[in-house]
């Protein structure tokens, strides 16, 4: 039991992980022993996590584009540059795009869908043999991929792509799971609601203020994110198969 959420000895691979729910992630998977590779875009701010990250174990920094099946083969083989295999994928990416519905344009559906439905696929499907190295080692590997509760519950936001892909994601969790672990890899997820990033600026800057439509009466904290995702990702989420963790602080079922 004293090991129930140790990740000692494991390699993690945390897309978008230079910042906001990534890297709380992170941070928390290197707390608790594992080797972390956090992959981004953003050469220069992903460099700096990844050198402020270090400080609490061996986090690499892998520098590309997810965006879609072709980028997400790219950080695929990116990755397996360092490691033959891999015990942890978190499929935390993503972006979002708001507009009238009348003025919705295609780029914004394609730029998100893209990056968060289907990279998480396509990553996944790439990263597919050293996964299954991971789990030949005598524990389960663990898929987590990062939802929304926007595809949950309906936000009265005009972000149709960003809710439509969430929604997705969840639905693509189940089947993903129901394929993998037979190959002894679990597929969860996690659909938070509002923690502090540069995708929602209101949690990060107003945080107070959007506090007061929050049963719990606060913000996401990194504790609240890390201890999530640690769940998962350890012994002891093993018997989470397919299904996806809201760490909303009551906000969906307010919504409801």
């Known amino acids: 039991m004293k090991d129930l959420f140790s990740l000692k000895g494991r390699v993690a691979l945390i ?3 230079s910042r906001g729910i990534g890297k709380m992630i992170a941070e928390g998977f290197l707390h608790q022993g594992a080797k972390v590779y956090i992959a981004a875009r953003k050469g220069s701010a992903l460099d700096e996590t990844a050198a402020e990250l270090s400080k609490l ?3 690499v920094a892998i520098n590309a584009d997810a965006s879609g099946a072709d980028g997400a083969k790219a950080m695929a083989e990116a990755f397996l540059k360092h490691e033959s295999t891999l015990d942890i994928l978190v499929n935390n990416a993503g972006a979002a795009w708001g507009a009238p519905f009348d003025e919705f344009p295609e780029a914004g559906w394609d730029k998100v869908v893209d990056l ?34 926007d595809g949950i519950s309906v936000n009265m936001g005009e972000t149709y792509s960003y809710a439509a ?7 693509l969790t189940k089947r993903m799971a129901m394929r993998l672990i037979s190959d002894g890899i679990a597929v969860s997820a996690i659909a ?3 923690f502090a990033s540069d995708m929602n600026r209101m949690a ?14 606060r913000i996401g904290t990194t ?4 201890g999530a995702a640690i769940y998962l990702a350890s012994r002891a989420g093993d018997y989470v198969v397919g299904s996806t963790l809201i760490v909303d602080g009551g906000v969906t079922y307010m919504r409801s």
Not at 134 to 144: E, P, T
């Open 223 to 226: 504790e609240d994110m890390a």
């Open 192 to 194: 938070p609601g509002a």
């Open 116 to 149: 968060n439905m289907k990279t998480p696929f396509f990553l996944t499907q790439a990263l597919h043999g050293a996964l299954k190295a991971g789990a030949a080692k005598g524990h389960l590997a663990k898929v987590i991929n990062i939802a929304s509760i």
């Open 57 to 59: 174990g061996p986090c």
């Open 204 to 217: 990060r800057d107003h945080g107070d203020m959007v506090a007061q439509a929050i049963p719990a009466k």
């Open 15 to 17: 897309t978008g992980g």
């Open 165 to 171: 892909s969430k929604a997705g994601v969840i639905h």
